[in-house]
């Protein structure tokens, strides 16, 4: 009689077919496309705002009001602090188009808060600081420690 080493086909592919069922009850609980989707949006709404932010201090310096600490762009009615949107409905909202149905945004000058609307994740938002000084940019932070 001869003596076997290792494993029949039968057996090994009976241990491939256990650890992919082992494989696909795990993978979900270490993927989150869920929360990665939504820090993904936050950041865009983060890039939004700086280039809506600098296309704004743009007209103003053209218009002359980039050193005055509140003020309101003639053509679009965007209302700015330093040249910059200011962190109000006037201002931002209508510096940055978002769509209205998808996001939350509390104006709380000198803060804007915005948040994905139906989404109950806490710290995962994008904030919106108006600029204090002339010279000085508005601070943007996007939080997705939550998302």
């Not at 704004?56 to 762009?73: D, H, N, P, R, W």
């Not at 330093?82 to 939350?104: E, K, M």
């Not at 919106?128 to 010279?135: H, L, M, Q, R, S």
């Amino acid at each position: 009689m001869i003596n076997q080493k290792g494993f029949t086909l039968i057996e090994l592919v009976i241990v491939i077919i256990i650890l992919g069922i082992l494989a696909a009850t795990a993978v979900p609980k270490f993927i989150d496309l869920q929360g990665d989707a939504r820090a993904s949006a936050m950041q865009g709404v983060k890039a939004a705002l700086e280039g809506g932010a600098t296309l704004t201090y743009s007209q103003a310096a053209i218009q002359g009001i980039e050193k005055v600490s509140s003020g309101e762009m003639t053509k679009s009615g965007v209302a700015v602090v330093f040249g910059y949107p200011a962190s109000t409905s006037d201002g931002i909202n209508n510096a940055v188009d978002l769509s209205v149905g998808d996001w939350t945004v509390v104006n709380a000058a000198p803060l804007t808060t915005i948040t994905a609307s139906g989404s109950n994740a806490t710290n995962c938002e994008v904030q919106y600081t108006e600029a204090v000084a002339a010279g000085k940019r508005p601070i943007i932070k996007a939080i997705v420690t939550g998302c």
